[in-house]
């Protein structure tokens, strides 16, 4: 497979119409891997453009209500009113939360996704004092090295070195030289997962789509020209079909803005290799239950 075979093509969309029945346009098997035997992954697509007011700003309250909505429908909770539910099936009174968020100073994590779990986490019974929120300082953080749980929350956003910064490399910080994961475009980021002190205890992957970045070049790029008000969270167990879903959403964005196919460089192997080398999760939305809240329209997928 070449590496620009898992983008969506013009013709893709042409032939399907939906982005969803393109299988395999993104996250296809690494080459000679076979396909894992992974189960359909809940995938929850929430968005509300109400979520910002007439300046732009983050309307906290709508926000959390879309953070509530996906996290009952992914943990089959029917009525939001009983979302204490949903959440004590992340955590509990017994556990040790780590919130691994994202400080990236141009799209970092919303404070407000960060205190609004926060809260909800105490609510189940969670010691404010066994909950921590951090990102380049996990290491040394005394919460994350007692977690039992793990909530992995970041904002989508192009990235030089692994095409696509996601949920999947969201937990670089957790080794002590992430610059060892850049060959191959960051391919081996699945590795992270196996690490001890993450291995088996991330209960809950947010991939903040608010205001995605869906282009750029060099290192550390950055223009609010190539951002926009998606107005989204992507949420699931798992963060290979999160970021699966997230890539072709951007690729879509991409196709859409410049009118031509443009495909994310490096292309995102990571996300395939994630699936195929080290089964966290699927990468082709055969396998991917999406459930879709709120807007619809513009959702490009």
Known sequence: MTPSSWTITRRDLIRTGTLAAAVGALGMPLPGAPATATARSRVVLARDPAVFDAAGRIVAERLESMLDQAVCSLF???????????????????????????VWQFLPTPKELESAIRRRLEATGVAPEDIAVDDRGVLKNNVFRRATVLVNIRTARTHHWSGLGTCLKNYIMFVPDPWSYHPNACENLGALWQLPQVKGKTRLNILVMLTPLFHGIGPHHFSATYTWPYAGLVVGRDPVSVDSVGARIIQARRLEYFKEERPISPPPLHIAAADTKFGLGPSTMDRIELVRLGATAGSLI
């Open 76 to 102: 089959g909770v029917r009525n939001i009113q009983d979302a204490p539910a949903a959440w004590r099936q992340v955590a509990g009174p017994k556990d040790v939360v780590g919130i691994k968020s994202n």
